[in-house]
């Protein structure tokens, strides 16, 4: 009942735009601040981006990249603009603690992940 489910990815070409949706379900969405991470092809996990009452971003995405959120649809957004070929990866979005039930559970929650390819 717990889950995170990505949307969003594609194939875009270098200097595009591509806006990735977490939709949340099954925990207090509201209470806990959501991460997106990314995954290249051969590469680890590489934290991107940290969205609650503030925001935070990896030096590789800063000024391009925007997360934000929306409580009301349980969704979290990542803007992501002037994409290059070093951004083709797989997505995730990410929580590490969660309430549901009326319960808190200190465990890690992670959606299936959407492709992003950029390309020419």
């Known amino acids: 009942e717990v889950q995170l489910v990505e949307s969003g990815g594609g194939l875009v070409q270098p200097g595009g735009s591509l806006r990735l949706s977490c939709a949340a379900s099954?925990?207090?969405?509201?209470?806990?601040?959501m991460s997106w991470v990314r995954q290249a092809p051969g590469k680890g996990l590489e934290w991107v981006s940290l969205?609650?009452?503030?925001?935070s971003y990896a030096d590789s995405v800063k000024g391009r990249f925007t997360i934000s959120r929306d409580n009301a649809k349980n969704t979290v957004y990542l803007q992501m603009d002037s994409l290059g070929p070093e951004d083709t990866a797989v997505y995730y979005c990410?929580?590490?603690?969660?309430?549901?039930?009326?319960?808190?559970?200190?465990?890690?929650?992670w959606g299936q992940g959407t492709q992003v390819t950029v390309s020419s």
């Open positions: 969205g609650g009452g503030s925001t």
């Open positions: 099954g925990f207090t969405f509201s209470s806990y601040p």
């Open positions: 990410y929580v590490n603690g969660y309430t549901t039930g009326g319960h808190f559970y200190p465990s890690d929650i």
